[in-house]
């Protein structure tokens, strides 16, 4: 509908509709000229009824088109009440109906009076009161307080009870010492305003510990944020706290330099952020996660020879006979190899990570271009003399790819050919001629 100021002489009310002005319009309740409102406005103004002489509201458009200038009352439009009753609307009153505390039965109540009634929740028996127009509209689902949860019952509604019907343990770890005179039974179960300590159950991760939760995410089924690295509780899940506990050495590790403000002490063990850490054996300086160091990945430098001494366990429980760092006598190439088997022509080498990359501390007698250059020349020597060369990079950890190296080596033995991931990790660095002289040793080399 039109609304804001009109256009004199075109759309204001007095230039459109003059006799109805001079005739009805109410100029003393009026804030408003009728020349200043438009004659389609939808908003309601004074106007004086020529029957009965009272002023009324009711729209402008509403009195332009209505025919007859009478107010409501005058023109018998007074709204009618429905006669029908409490009982005639709701089927199940004599269950809903608290008859004992109400002073009136329900057909003597219409159903959209104002009064306020006692009443009978059908599911939990609850007495609770409600005007009656409100327990006809909202129906039995939205109407007891108890069952919609604003009303605390013990022994109905509370959270333990309802824990307990569900077959939910939660409440059963309810920290009474730490909570001092709280208590669950004083709660809704989604109750969510406060958090309260819980006794954590999982005993073999982190030493015995309490942690605090809302009810409502301990009733929704969440666990102990200390166990679930998502928060830090010095003396438990710190890193010290837990090397401590399970007699590990990762702390020794810890580079202080360059970890900032982090230290063993206010980080958590397990999280998954890339820390800094400095071999206290070697002085090799790397990143990775706790949670890998806590799964045994090491330094990347001494894994080295954890993975030399693994492969000799290897062909030894095979009782296959083997050299290591064997040198060849007849100038095929002066440098050594960590593992030769004489009896197939077949060298091993386990490359850890310095081969890739230029590593701080490590080894400062050999650079990692000269590095490079003697594994270019071990290479393409080898392979032109017929010897069947295997290199495993570091990426296959001793601590956790045994299986994975133990294939690698038995199957290499077996049909004499480089596996194809091997020959794609070495491709990715351009520096090595090691893939492209192993897919040629590949090609050639028979079924």
């Known amino acids: 509908m039109p609304s804001g100021t009109p256009i004199l002489g075109k759309t204001d009310l007095l230039s459109q509709e003059t006799e109805l002005v001079a005739t009805y319009w109410d100029y003393k309740n009026n804030k408003k000229k009728p ?31 209505r025919t007859t200038p009478l107010c409501n009352d005058c023109a018998g439009w007074k709204s009618k009440k429905s006669n029908k009753t409490v009982r005639d609307v709701l089927k199940n009153i004599n269950i809903v ?44 689902k939205y109407t007891c307080p108890i069952c919609t ?51 954590c159950n999982n005993t073999t991760k982190y ?34 706290t837990v090397c401590n ?36 054996k070697c002085g090799h300086h790397w990143t ?25 366990c290897i062909l030894k429980k095979w009782k296959i ?27 091993i080498e386990y490359d850890g990570i310095q081969h890739f990359k230029p590593i701080p501390f490590f080894n400062k007698s050999i650079p990692f271009r000269e590095r490079v250059r003697r594994d270019n020349v071990k290479n393409a020597c080898t392979f032109n003399e017929g010897y069947s060369l295997l290199r495993i990079p570091y990426i296959y950890a001793p601590e956790d790819n045994k299986e994975d190296i133990a294939k690698l080596i038995a199957d290499f033995i077996k049909t004499k050919k480089i596996p194809q991931e091997i020959i794609d990790f070495y491709a990715k660095y351009e520096f090595s001629n090691y893939a492209p002289l192993a897919r040629k040793w590949n090609e050639t080399t028979g079924d």
């Open 321 to 347: 006979p083997f050299k290591i760092e064997y040198s060849f006598t007849d100038n095929i190439t002066p440098y050594p190899f960590d593992f030769y088997i004489p009896s197939q022509r077949i060298l």
């Open 149 to 199: 949860n604003r009303e605390l019952k013990i022994g109905v509604n509370d959270f333990v009870t309802v824990c307990k019907k569900k077959g939910i343990t939660a409440y059963k770890d309810w920290d009474y010492e730490k909570n001092g005179d709280k208590r669950p039974e004083n709660y809704f179960p989604n109750y969510e305003k406060e958090k309260f300590y819980w006794h």
């Open 245 to 280: 506990d399970r007699g590990l050495d990762l702390v020794e590790d810890w580079d202080y330099e360059n970890n900032g403000d982090k230290t063993p002490y206010n980080t958590i063990a397990g999280g998954r952020t890339e820390i800094n850490w400095v071999c206290h």
């Open 207 to 240: 030493r015995p510990h309490s942690y605090r939760m809302t009810i409502s995410a301990r009733y929704y089924g969440q666990g102990c944020n200390i166990c679930a690295n998502r928060e830090l509780l010095q003396g438990v899940n710190d890193l010290f």
């Open 35 to 65: 020349e200043q409102v438009h004659y389609r406005s939808g908003t309601k103004y004074y106007w004086l009824c020529p029957k009965c002489g009272k002023s009324y509201l009711a729209r402008v458009v509403d009195r332009v088109v």
């Open 97 to 140: 109906w608290d008859y004992a505390n109400n002073s009136k039965r329900p057909e003597e109540c219409s159903y959209q009076s104002s009064e306020p009634a006692n009443w009978i929740c059908a599911k939990c028996g609850h007495h609770y009161p409600m005007r009656i127009q409100d327990r006809v509209r909202k129906g039995d």
């Open 288 to 312: 990775q996660s706790i949670h890998n160091r806590l799964r045994g990945y090491g330094c990347p430098a001494c894994n080295t020879s954890r993975a030399e001494k693994l492969i000799q």
